[in-house]
């Protein structure tokens, strides 16, 4: 047998789950819940099957959707909707974990009825009866519910307000609920899902699911609600528009548990315990208080019997309620030892350093760009980041340079921050500034935007100590778009974060190693361990920058009035077609061939024979376009910032003026993704354009350069440069990613023969008229053009 189930440690070694304990007051020994780093994947694991009636309910109230005993003859794995156990041989399993795993993780759970949905629909009715347009009432009365099912007890005016952090005003809240409807509730939360045999238990619905259940009612609470009267003795309707508007309308994103775990994990193995009489741990965006409910648990887990302070601050007082609320639930067995400040707060308000020195910033701070701050916000943030303020920051890196600033000597920093901290330009004096404090421990793409709900922003997490005892070679992990890609990084790095030296992790969607150029390099950004040894291999070969620059393309501020596909520019006459030219779209370009299928409106090119002033010169010269086009879009175009004259293009590129050859490029795209516009009368829009440097003239070598970035190894260079898109394999194709990309100088007739030329003209040719090129014939070039 490999391994001993019945060891929560071969779970840990073999599987990269973290075995928490079930229960607050169980022994660890007994019953685990083991989170995966995703959705699929989480489960309970009991080694003490006594109870086994509610494996279900154990598992349901948990938010996970598989519950395991083991015992000394076998596996038996319970489903929370489903009924039937499945039984397994114990060998069997033990010799077979990873897919056995893997089995459990790809079996469905009926998300519909969740714990999570099944709360929020108790939250929706105690809105509806309090009429709580703002929704922050009422999940302030769904806190004091829980606590009464926690207790046992209906009666409403038992409750210690104390023991469970809540405020009078929140038993002011409850009381305003007639005590028939107030029994109705807590009947209905305490039955549960009785057609499906699933009732919850309260404490561990708040120990393991009120993280993912508060983040939901709290983003509810965002959006007002509209009311219907109900009938005497009924509970009300509730508003069916509760909860299906898009969370991407706000900034309320939760950080998954399993993030937090690893987090967490990996802050307090960092940190020199040993002597440690009391310990401060500040989250200054602390929402519902996941990172510190998590630290208490972990840190006790090792043994800590000292002084924990847990400081917390929030912009949002609905937050700090739920804040107070879990994490004192969390504390009550170390009650006199643990210091909880929780406050409503704007961290960066004061635009300075915070006041407060911490042993722990654990943090997922709200990153919102430049473009959305308020000018005070965007003040602030100028101001913390002072001299290290450059060109676009958003709120993240305040967060980031505040905290570093308020760490004790071997002080921890594990937070989650967007990608961009780690790769823009922007950011650059603020990593150096970090380096020089902070030794770096841990840098990780997260890849998937799945994983924090409905975020757009792709995510990083990042780990380091001030001044450590051991400074080691930091640990970079990638994961691709994919969900389970982000939950595997998770995993191995929980197997081998604790090893000096690992062996590079190299699968389908992720991998993971050391590097020891990670910062001294200007970019920090995690890329897969076969783009690191690529371009690493390549470091010194002419780069795209050497020998193109790229643009890009037009903007025009309104597509759909200045941009027309081609049969419409096949009726126009000759006259007018002059002011209009083949636009390259991310459409204009399939495997290296070069469409008209779409034209722009383009009035500023060089040959024309007559030029537009006025709006008189429009309608004469362009009539047809002037009255289907532009008249239909006038309001539109003219509130247009940052135009002289409406009917032209926001950003047309002067540079676009002539008719020059170009290689033109999507704006996202892969290898193949490229074309060669020979006679310059393409205009890039939503597009880039690349032109030769110095006295470099194409000519043929255009259709050189097509076939070289048709070559398989260009898109082993994009997934280390590039910001890849989620569903696929494509790549942003900008000169913020591409300038550094390894490229032949075909210019340089002393590094390639005329023959090589010749062959790379003749298939780039040939990959430009739509013929299909063998791979291997490509791969054979690339090892030319590449290698020499």
């Known amino acids: ?132 347009n703002n929704g922050g009432d009422s999940l302030n009365a769904l806190l004091y519910l829980f606590a009464c099912a926690a207790d046992g007890d209906t009666d409403i005016n038992k409750l210690n307000l104390t023991n469970w952090s809540l405020s009078n005003n929140t038993k002011q809240i409850a009381d305003s609920i007639s005590s028939s409807y107030w029994d109705e509730l807590h009947e209905m939360l305490i039955n549960g899902l009785q057609t499906k045999g699933l009732k919850p238990n309260i404490d561990l619905l708040l120990r393991h699911a009120s993280g993912s259940l508060f983040q939901e009612a709290h983003f509810e609470t965002l959006f007002p609600s509209n009311y219907q009267s109900s009938l005497p003795g009924f509970l009300p309707k509730i508003d069916e528009g509760l909860g299906v508007k898009s969370k991407g309308q706000t900034s309320a994103h939760f950080t998954p548990t399993s993030v937090v775990r690893t987090i967490v994990e990996e802050s307090i193995n960092n940190f020199f315990i040993d002597g440690k009489k009391e310990i401060t ?21 090792k043994g800590f019997s000292g002084k924990i302070n847990l400081i917390g601050w929030d912009i949002s007082g609905t937050a700090i309620d739920m804040a107070r609320f879990i994490i004192n639930y969390e504390i009550r067995p170390y009650k006199d030892s643990v210091n909880v400040i929780l406050e409503q707060k704007n961290a960066l308000e004061e635009g300075s350093q915070w006041n407060i020195k911490s042993d722990f910033v654990l943090m997922n701070p709200p990153f919102i760009s430049i473009e959305m701050m308020t000018p005070e916000l965007k003040q602030n943030v100028f101001s913390i980041l002072g001299e290290l303020n450059n060109k676009r920051p958003n709120t993240a890196g305040a967060f980031l340079w505040n905290a570093v600033q308020c760490l004790n000597d071997d002080g921890v920093i594990g937070c989650v921050l967007p990608t961009s901290i780690f790769e823009n330009e922007t950011y650059v004096p603020l990593r150096e500034e970090i380096k020089k404090t902070i030794d770096v421990k841990i840098v990780g793409r997260l890849g998937s935007h799945t994983l924090f709900s409905e975020t757009l922003v792709d995510t990083a997490i990042f780990l ?6 051991k400074p080691q070679v930091p640990i970079v992990f990638w994961s691709d778009f994919k969900t389970e890609s982000a939950s595997n990084s998770l995993r191995e790095l929980r197997k081998v974060s604790s090893q000096p030296i690992i062996e590079e992790i190299n699968e389908k969607g992720y991998s993971l190693y050391r590097n020891s150029e990670l910062i001294k390099s200007l970019s920090w950004m995690p890329i897969p361990h ?27 501020g309104l597509n759909s009035a200045f941009v027309v596909p081609r049969e419409f520019y096949l009726v126009l006459s000759n006259k007018e077609k002059k002011f209009f030219r083949p636009a390259v779209t991310n459409d204009s370009i399939i495997n290296g061939v070069l469409n008209d299928n779409y034209y722009v409106f383009y009035p500023l090119s060089d040959l024309l024979p007559e030029k537009i002033t006025d709006e008189e010169d429009l309608s004469k010269l362009v009539p047809k376009f002037y009255n289907d086009y532009l008249i239909p879009n006038y309001k539109k175009l003219i509130n247009r910032k940052g135009i002289k004259e409406w009917w032209n293009l926001t950003r047309p590129r002067n540079w676009q ?75 942003y194709l900008s000169s913020k990613f591409l300038n550094k990309m390894p ?46």
Request: glycine share 8%; net charge neutral; aromatic share 12%.
């Open 1 to 132: 047998m490999k391994g001993n189930l019945l060891d929560g440690k071969v779970w840990r070694d073999k599987l990269g789950l973290f075995p928490m304990p079930l229960f607050q007051n169980m022994s660890q020994h007994e019953k685990y819940i083991l989170l995966n780093g995703g959705v699929a994947g989480n489960l309970c694991l009991d080694f003490h099957i006594e109870g086994i009636s509610d494996a279900r309910n154990y598992a349901w109230s948990s938010d996970v959707g598989h519950y395991l005993t083991v015992d000394g003859n076998a596996v038996t794995v319970f489903k929370w909707d489903t009924h039937k156990p499945n039984k397994y041989e114990l060998s069997s399993v033990a010799n077979n974990l990873n897919n056995f795993y893997d089995y459990l993780k790809k079996q469905e759970i009926n998300r519909q009825d969740s714990i999570i949905k099944f709360s929020i629909q108790i939250y929706r009715q105690i809105r509806s009866l309090l009429r709580d």
């Open 281 to 301: 741990v500040l989250d200054p965006a602390c929402g519902s208080g996941e990172f510190l409910k998590e630290f208490v648990r972990q840190i006790k887990l």
């Open 464 to 469: 380091g100590v001030v001044n450590p005892v």
């Open 530 to 556: 076969k783009s690191f040894e690529l371009l690493n291999k390549f470091k010194n070969f002419t780069k795209v920058q050497d020998v193109f620059e790229i643009n890009q393309g037009a903007r025009t």
């Open 657 to 731: 003026k002539p008719y020059v050859a170009k290689i033109v490029s999507k704006e996202f795209g892969k290898a193949g993704d490229f074309a060669f516009d020979k006679d310059g009368i393409y205009v890039a829009e939503r597009s880039h354009a690349w032109f030769p440097k110095k006295d470099y003239v194409l000519d043929e070598l255009g259709y050189a350069y097509i076939c070289v970035l048709s070559m398989p190894i260009i898109n082993d260079f994009l997934t280390g440069l590039s910001k890849q898109l989620g569903g696929g394999n494509w790549w």
């Open 743 to 788: 490229l032949p100088n075909l210019f340089d007739s002393d590094k390639f023969s005329s023959g090589i030329k010749r062959e790379l003209i003749e298939i780039g040719i040939q990959i430009s008229n739509g013929e299909v090129i063998d791979k291997e014939q490509l791969e054979r070039l690339s090892y030319i053009v590449f290698n020499g």
